[in-house]
């Protein structure tokens, strides 16, 4: 041989295995009050790919950061990257979108029915309620409002000591994203003071000896 010696070209490669790192910056694991929310991400390097399944839908494609349409309740949002090497990654969040006000507001006992003409100086006001992240009650009384004691979603209050007269009542029921429903209205009449009966005297000449029905 004539001792020639041929070298080749270097090639640099890089081996990569590792998935890319990626979590969901929005949305978060809380409660929302609308159903149209931001997706954005964060990510440790270049991803080649993005997509997400939302409530185990179809899978979508979408360039960060883009906005997603949630359904009233609970949602389930997964979203995946690959790079340019191929390896996948998965994040996921679970969170609730709650739009609906409080439904089915409805008085009971022992609510004093519409139109009670009672003798007394209290009365009792109850009510139950559909809501999965309820707040507050509130009882409205002739324009004045009082807070009602709430258990799970039955609120009720009672107002003691109250004077005779007309009590024109309705309660308003908020959840936790200030969303609001009203009940109907109830007039009750608390009257404690007995009527008042006031004599007649009629006077009568010496030859009458009795009334007539008329006289009375």
Request: proline share 5%; with cysteine.
């Given at each position: 041989t004539?001792g020639?010696?041929?070298?080749?070209?270097s090639?640099?490669?890089?081996?990569?295995?590792s998935?890319?790192s990626?979590?969901?910056?929005s949305p978060?694991?809380?409660?929302?009050?609308?159903?149209?929310?931001?997706l954005k991400v964060i990510?440790?390097?270049?991803?080649?790919?993005w997509?997400?399944s939302?409530?185990?839908?179809?899978n979508t494609?979408?360039?960060?950061?883009t906005?997603?349409?949630?359904?009233?309740?609970?949602?389930?949002?997964?979203?995946?990257?690959?790079?340019s090497?191929g390896?996948i990654n998965?994040?996921?969040?679970?969170?609730?979108?709650?739009t609906?006000?409080p439904?089915?507001l409805?008085?009971t006992?022992?609510?004093?029915?519409?139109?009670t003409?009672i003798a007394n100086?209290?009365?009792?006001v109850?009510?139950t309620?559909?809501d999965?992240?309820?707040?507050?009650c509130?009882?409205?009384?002739?324009?004045?409002n009082?807070?009602?004691?709430?258990?799970?979603?039955i609120?009720?209050?009672?107002?003691?000591?109250?004077?005779?007269?007309?009590?024109n009542?309705?309660?308003?029921?908020?959840?936790?994203?200030?969303n609001?429903?009203?009940?109907?209205v109830?007039?009750i009449?608390l009257d404690?003071i007995?009527?008042s009966?006031?004599?007649?005297?009629?006077?009568?000449?010496?030859?009458?000896?009795?009334?007539t029905?008329?006289?009375?």
């Open positions: 004539g020639n010696i041929g070298t080749s070209s090639r640099t490669i890089t081996l990569d295995t998935a890319p990626i979590s969901i910056a978060i694991n809380t409660i929302y009050a609308t159903s149209n929310l931001d990510n440790n390097e270049p991803i080649n790919k997509w997400y939302l409530n185990s839908g179809a494609s979408f360039t960060p950061n906005t997603i349409s949630a359904n009233d309740g609970s949602n389930i949002l997964k979203v995946y990257a690959n790079d090497a390896n998965l994040s996921q969040v679970t969170f609730t979108v709650d609906a006000a439904a089915s409805t008085f006992e022992p609510t004093l029915a519409h139109n003409n100086n209290w009365y009792f109850n009510l309620f559909i999965d992240n309820p707040n507050t509130k009882l409205e009384v002739n324009g004045v009082y807070s009602m004691t709430r258990a799970g979603n609120c009720n209050i009672t107002r003691a000591s109250q004077g005779d007269g007309t009590y009542y309705r309660v308003y029921v908020t959840d936790i994203n200030s609001t429903a009203v009940s109907g109830i007039t009449v404690n007995p009527p009966v006031v004599p007649r005297i009629i006077a009568y000449d010496a030859e009458e000896t009795a009334a029905v008329g006289d009375i």
